[in-house]
């Protein structure tokens, strides 16, 4: 049940062009070598010196007391929702949150909470709308315990909520005793598409992560940040997840890497997506939404070629993409060149001139 097409798959030519996500990068060969020189220690009794440098960096960039340093951006996820609510409560998230459908279940599976999806438009969701959502306690509805916001909204098209928004939805949750955790697997997106610190992005927020394995280009990681009680919890989920590690230190080397030297730089990711939809808006017969980081959601607008076979056709001159929720998603990352931005959009030329 792959969720994408297959890479790897024999019967078509290699990719040239991967746009299918910014998971696709591969370590550079300096941030290998900076993997290869990490000082190590044993991660699960706090004794690895790269990884505590890294939680500490993080904790200082997000604004937050602590961190703790995970496998992936879905157990950053899992591990704050169950260290924020009990079985039987009540998270609030827009209705294409990773969390809701991108997860596997996991928050009903191992928490017993249930999600309250909320309307949104590009993926948020407004305070007047959180506002309407919200409940007065009472014993027969469940408690809603936690707000979480997607920083920047993947299916809404990699939208940046506005900083003022989510100091004012942190504000609102507070007044009535929620939770608020910031899903920030392209955090970062949105702070240089932006130029605002990511420490103000989270500020009010309890709980926020980042990525690394995304645009910022490291083989595995995640980093959640809290309060120093909220991270003492999700270290004990994280040890219940099977999610402590060893020499953990040779990923967070090449974290640390990322945070030196591929934050700046995604900024060429985001000129890339513009001039990705810019170049895919002036072909007749597609739809594209514009851009505000690094993904460019588009379709065709003509009913006689599906997203489907534009991605098929696509693949067959070596060009890896998928479609998401009906339309398809291009991401660029640290391996998408500008010059292989302007052979895709000649490829969608000539598909479409062909359909
Ligand atoms: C990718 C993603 C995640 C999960 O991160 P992984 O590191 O792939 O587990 C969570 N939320 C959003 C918005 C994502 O795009």
Request: aromatic share 4%; glycine share 8%; charged share 20%.
């Amino acid at each position: 049940m792959p969720y994408a097409p297959s890479p790897t798959d024999r019967a078509l030519p290699p990719i040239r062009i991967n746009l299918l996500s910014d998971t696709q990068t591969r370590p550079t060969p300096s941030m290998r070598e900076a993997m290869a020189r990490a000082e190590v220690g044993d991660e699960q009794i706090g004794d690895d010196p790269t990884v505590n440098l890294l939680c500490e960096r993080v904790a200082d960039l997000l604004g937050k007391e602590a961190a703790v340093f995970m496998p992936s951006g879905t157990m950053c996820n899992v591990a704050a929702t169950l260290a924020h609510c009990r079985p039987g409560d009540e998270i609030l998230a827009e209705r294409t949150a990773h969390l809701i459908a991108r997860e596997g279940g996991a928050h009903a599976a191992l928490g017993g909470f249930q999600i309250m999806p909320l309307d949104g438009v590009d993926g948020q969701f407004t305070l007047e709308t959180l506002r309407a959502a919200l409940r007065p306690p009472t014993r027969y509805q469940p408690p809603q315990t936690l707000v979480s916001a997607e920083q920047t909204a993947n299916l809404g098209g990699g939208t940046v909520w506005p900083r003022a928004r989510l100091a004012d939805i942190a504000a609102l949750a507070y007044q009535h005793g929620i939770a608020t955790h910031m899903d920030g697997a392209r955090l970062m997106n949105a702070c240089v598409a932006t130029g605002v610190p990511a420490r103000e992005m989270a500020a009010g927020w309890d709980s926020a992560w980042i990525d690394f394995s995304k645009g910022l280009g490291a083989p595995v990681g995640a980093v959640i940040a809290g309060s120093t009680g909220f991270v003492d919890e999700v270290w004990r989920w994280k040890q219940r997840l099977g999610g402590a590690m060893r020499q953990a230190g040779v990923c967070a080397a090449a974290c640390l890497h990322a945070l030196d030297h591929h934050v700046a730089r995604l900024a060429e990711d985001h000129a890339n997506a513009t001039a990705l939809a810019r170049g895919l808006s002036r072909i007749e017969g597609i739809t594209v939404q514009e851009p505000q980081t690094n993904l460019v959601f588009f379709a065709p607008s003509d009913v006689a070629l599906s997203a489907d076979a534009l991605v098929a056709a696509l693949r067959v001159h070596g060009v890896l993409l998928a479609t998401m929720d009906g339309r398809i998603r291009a991401c660029t990352h640290l391996d998408v060149t500008a010059a292989m931005i302007d052979d895709t959009i000649a490829l969608v030329r000539e598909i479409l001139r062909g359909a």
